[in-house]
């Protein structure tokens, strides 16, 4: 499975959070975290994490989900509804959530499930628009896989949009690649495990890049027929807890995207569509908007499928 990475903004701030490195291995996915670096994000790492940049995060203590109306059915005798999709996504995300922070309390957060969009994988890229209705979407690829960019046999794909200078989560979309794997939805030594690899995506989706650590969901391999994944080790229940401190969730908090919210995948091609790893559409216009304002994690960091 692979991982998925952010990319574009300056500032500096450590992911460290002064625990000794021994103690802990996730990382924070940060604005320096990205090919393309600019100047100013030294290349240093350490335990693999990023010290440069500021860690990103979505900006409030709610966020929406949708996924594709349309479901999968790749033509290899594997059916996946929307309904299934939904509660699988769903439940992911509130076993992040929901987890005991060691200094008492849960993740300040949460992640509401939005209506399902109309959107089949023909439509082509995730996109985000800077005026206009948006949506985080989960989509299946039955048909086509448009990110070979990121390498042979990826899993799956997260692909986030952040603000340059705060790291300020502005759109995330998740591409599955069904169309070179087959998902299982219950365990099945035969086939990819959908639940793992949703986790895992989730964990993304929330600003986590990978673990050091082999146990946690946020490792960044894993085999066919593997269901481990599906468990948060304490290193991933650390990690979320530091990128949503226990508090109070804002019951004023709009979990709708920026923009509004549409449940129609109608985006104009010559408008601002992104693509992993690069701006593809639309340079135009990001160009005419400042690139230095936005910053896209096409998930370079790779979830890897272990064949051994």
Request: charged share 20%; hydrophobic share 35%.
């Amino acid at each position: 499975m692979k991982g998925w990475q952010p990319a574009f903004l300056f500032i500096f701030a450590t992911v460290y959070f002064g625990r000794t490195a021994n103690a802990w291995a996730y990382c924070r996915t940060t604005t320096c975290d990205r090919e393309q670096a600019p100047p100013d994000c030294v290349s240093s790492r350490i335990n693999g994490c990023s010290t440069q940049g500021v860690p990103i995060a979505w900006p409030s203590t709610c966020v929406s989900a949708s996924v594709s109306a349309y479901g999968s059915d790749n033509g290899r005798g594997t059916t996946i509804t929307a309904d299934t999709m939904r509660s699988l996504v769903h439940n992911a995300f509130q076993k992040w959530t929901t987890v005991a922070c060691q200094n008492g309390g849960s993740p300040n957060f949460v992640v509401d499930m939005f209506p399902d969009v109309a959107c089949a994988d023909a439509s082509g890229e995730a996109s985000y628009k800077v005026s206009g209705p948006n949506f985080n979407l989960w989509i299946f690829r039955d048909h086509d896989w448009p990110h070979d960019n990121v390498g042979e046999n990826a899993i799956a794909l997260t692909s986030t949009l952040f603000d340059s200078n705060t790291g300020e989560i502005y759109d995330s979309d998740v591409d599955l690649n069904s169309l070179d794997n087959d998902f299982a939805v219950g365990d099945d030594p035969e086939k990819m495990d959908l639940q793992s690899v949703i986790q895992h995506e989730s964990g993304h989706f929330l600003g986590l890049a990978h673990s050091a650590l082999s146990d946690a969901t946020m490792w960044p391999e894993i085999s066919i027929g593997q269901t481990s994944l599906r468990i948060l080790s304490q290193d991933d229940r650390d990690a979320i807890c530091a990128a949503y401190p226990p508090g109070h969730l804002d019951p004023s908090c709009d979990p709708e995207p920026r923009h509004g919210f549409s449940t129609q995948c109608d985006f104009q091609r010559s408008g601002c569509a992104v693509a992993p790893g690069r701006f593809a559409r639309g340079v135009t216009l990001w160009q005419g908007l400042g690139l230095a304002l936005f910053g896209l994690i096409a998930s370079g960091r790779r979830l890897r499928r272990n064949d051994r």
